[in-house]
């Protein structure tokens, strides 16, 4: 199975390549009022007005100036395509779908398993529980 591998802080997370829709740059975020405080704003990628989720926001992190290295990650989830702000898109990978280890307990609110590569865990993300409020 095809997985994207990204960084978010320390931790390195995958996510199917059946949920990207593109890897892009940063680009001109326009802020949104009222909403909550991981949503960073709507952007334009392609003519199509897309909201933005800073991850670091989202997993409880300190922010953290963007740079050459961060990137927007468009996924599709149930409720739409949004783009998600991370420190850094690393590398396609091919894994096997049975090596991913899911968590005993279920109580992960966004992570719905782990494998372990070389000396690393990767974290599988749950597009659609980022996505819930």
Known sequence: MKMLQFNVGNHAYI???SHVRSIEKMHTITHVPRTFSYIKGVTNLRGVVTPLID???????KEKKYDSATRIVV????EGEVGLIV???????DLDEQGIASPDDGSSSYVNGAV????QFLLALD???VLEQ
């Not at 420190?87 to 990978?93: G, K, Q, R």
């Open 15 to 17: 996510l199917p390549i």
């Open 55 to 61: 991850l670091r926001l989202r997993f409880g992190m």
């Open 75 to 78: 996924v599709k989830g149930e």
């Open 87 to 93: 420190d850094e898109a690393v590398d396609i990978l």
């Open 116 to 119: 372990k590569r070389e000396e």
């Open 127 to 129: 597009v659609n529980k």
